[in-house]
């Protein structure tokens, strides 16, 4: 309702004076614009055509200091008439600026009166306008954290809140994006708000709510359409404004009551961005296959005592190694030997003595469908960090016998002949 008033004040004033009027806002975007009164020059067709003066029509260092009305000579190469200008201020705070056409320096002073009362009156309003906003502004910023909470009953009431107070209009697509930025000469987060702030500037009010804690960035889009081009575009923003971050997309969803879960799905998408040290960009939970299952465990869940020793063994090698990418090509792609050794580039008779001798190795029966489970699980796990095996350069900790014994070996030569290692059933356990 602050702007429609503005705009009832500045009509109201043209009308009086017979004269074009516009009010722009502190940073010269257009706010009110009356009709015109046939004064009308290119610079104000150019202003109300882009909601905003151009920069070039005035010297704004120091229009932005003014404390009473000025005159502003005429530019014709601009194609600018002179004007009069009223700064909007409230308090000794600027809001913005009133400005009157005014080609032949003839406003008397009972109009110039009229126009200083008149700016006098639209600052109030824009003042009420900025403690509405910054008290909306708390508000939703409260109401998020509370949506993002862990508490089904704190969700639901933040949700309903916001749809109550307006913050947001619409929740039947809903979309929540995390952003990480890694850099230490940010350490107070101070990029991350201005890029969260930039990324989000072109969304519709009440489509949108963001927060910021340090590193970290979180934007939920929710509007009545699908949101998905809306929130890859909003990604590819704060890519832009920090170069070397990770965003992690949740998948989206409906309600607003959904956010926390998609919320997390991000925080998982960028967690598994950088645990299989994938480049700094875009990564939706979608697209993770099974890292969106096992992304969500945590790294220190597996623990060295409780491996199967043959498939400690085979881990140890490190997951550059040709036997584990043979392993894992082989078991990406269902068991599928001719698919596996075209992808691996190699003869199938070499596939053929890979497995051989990975079976070897780890106690492994490949054509065993709960090996092959394990194995998987165990490789995926070891990419993520999380299969309690360290490389071969770390030194892996361990309590029991059968540990201490494996780190004391070396690791199994894959060229070599290597025993036999025991089955999987056959599981080291803790000395203590």
């Given at each position: 309702m602050t702007v429609e008033r503005?705009?009832?004040?500045?009509?109201?004033?043209?009308?009086?004076l017979r004269r074009s009027v516009a009010v722009d806002d502190h940073t010269l975007q257009l706010i009110a614009v009356s009709p015109d009164y046939g004064d009308a020059d290119p610079a104000r067709v150019w202003s109300v055509l882009h909601?905003?003066?151009?920069?070039?029509?005035?010297d704004y260092a120091t229009l932005r200091t003014l404390e009473v009305p000025t005159r502003v000579a005429p530019r014709p190469e601009l194609g600018l008439l002179a004007r009069f200008v009223v700064p909007l201020r409230h308090r000794g705070s600027l809001f913005g600026f009133l400005w009157l056409i005014d080609r032949e320096d003839s406003l008397t002073e009972a109009e110039r009166?009229?126009?200083?009362?008149?700016?006098?009156?639209?600052?109030a309003l824009l003042h009420q306008r900025l403690v509405v906003r910054d008290r909306d502004h708390a508000l939703a910023s409260h109401l998020f954290d509370l949506l993002l909470d862990t508490s089904?009953?704190?969700?639901?009431?933040a949700a309903a809140e916001l749809l109550t107070h307006g913050l947001i209009e619409d929740?039947?697509?809903?979309?929540?994006?995390?952003?990480?930025?890694?850099?230490?000469?940010?350490?107070?987060?101070?990029?991350?708000?201005?890029?969260?702030?930039?990324?989000?500037?072109?969304?519709?009010?009440?489509?949108?709510?963001?927060?910021?804690?340090?590193?970290?960035?979180?934007?939920?889009?929710?509007?009545?359409?699908?949101?998905?081009d809306a929130l890859r575009a909003t990604a590819e923003a704060l890519l832009g404004?920090?170069?070397?971050?990770?965003?992690?997309?949740?998948?989206?969803?409906?309600?607003?009551?959904?956010?926390?879960?998609?919320?997390?799905?991000?925080?998982?998408?960028?967690?598994?961005?950088?645990?299989?040290?994938?480049?700094?960009?875009?990564?939706?939970?979608?697209?993770?296959?099974?890292?969106?299952?096992?992304?969500?465990?945590?790294?220190?869940?597996?623990?060295?005592?409780?491996?199967?020793?043959?498939?400690?063994?085979?881990?140890?090698?490190?997951?550059?190694?040709?036997?584990?990418?043979?392993?894992?090509?082989?078991?990406?792609?269902?068991?599928?030997?001719?698919?596996?050794?075209?992808?691996?580039?190699?003869?199938?008779?070499?596939?053929?003595?890979?497995?051989?001798?990975?079976?070897?190795?780890?106690?492994?029966?490949?054509?065993?469908?709960?090996?092959?489970?394990?194995?998987?699980?165990?490789?995926?796990?070891?990419r993520l960090g999380r299969s309690g095996v360290a490389l071969p350069a770390e030194a892996p900790p361990a309590h029991s016998p059968a540990v201490l014994a494996a780190r004391r070996a070396p690791p199994p030569d894959p060229a070599g002949p290597t025993r036999v290692a025991p089955r999987p059933e056959q599981v080291r356990h803790s000395a203590g």
């Open positions: 503005v705009q009832e004040v500045a009509e109201a004033l043209a009308s009086r909601r905003r003066t151009r920069p070039e029509d005035v009166a009229d126009a200083q009362d008149a700016a006098k009156a639209i600052g089904p009953t704190e969700r639901a009431g929740d039947a697509h809903v979309g929540v994006l995390v952003v990480r930025h890694d850099r230490q000469s940010d350490s107070d987060g101070t990029e991350v708000r201005a890029a969260v702030h930039h990324a989000c500037r072109p969304l519709a009010p009440g489509s949108w709510l963001s927060s910021t804690h340090r590193l970290r960035g979180t934007v939920l889009l929710a509007q009545r359409r699908p949101v998905e404004a920090l170069p070397g971050a990770r965003v992690g997309l949740g998948a989206p969803t409906q309600g607003l009551g959904a956010a926390a879960a998609a919320q997390r799905q991000a925080l998982v998408a960028v967690s598994v961005g950088e645990s299989l040290d994938r480049a700094p960009g875009v990564l939706s939970f979608q697209e993770l296959g099974p890292y969106a299952l096992l992304g969500q465990l945590p790294a220190d869940l597996i623990s060295n005592d409780l491996l199967p020793l043959g498939l400690f063994n085979l881990l140890r090698l490190g997951t550059d190694h040709e036997l584990l990418v043979t392993l894992e090509t082989f078991l990406d792609n269902a068991g599928d030997k001719q698919r596996a050794a075209h992808l691996l580039a190699v003869h199938r008779s070499t596939l053929y003595h890979r497995l051989d001798r990975i079976e070897r190795i780890s106690g492994l029966d490949l054509s065993d469908g709960q090996h092959r489970l394990l194995a998987h699980l165990a490789v995926k796990l070891h």
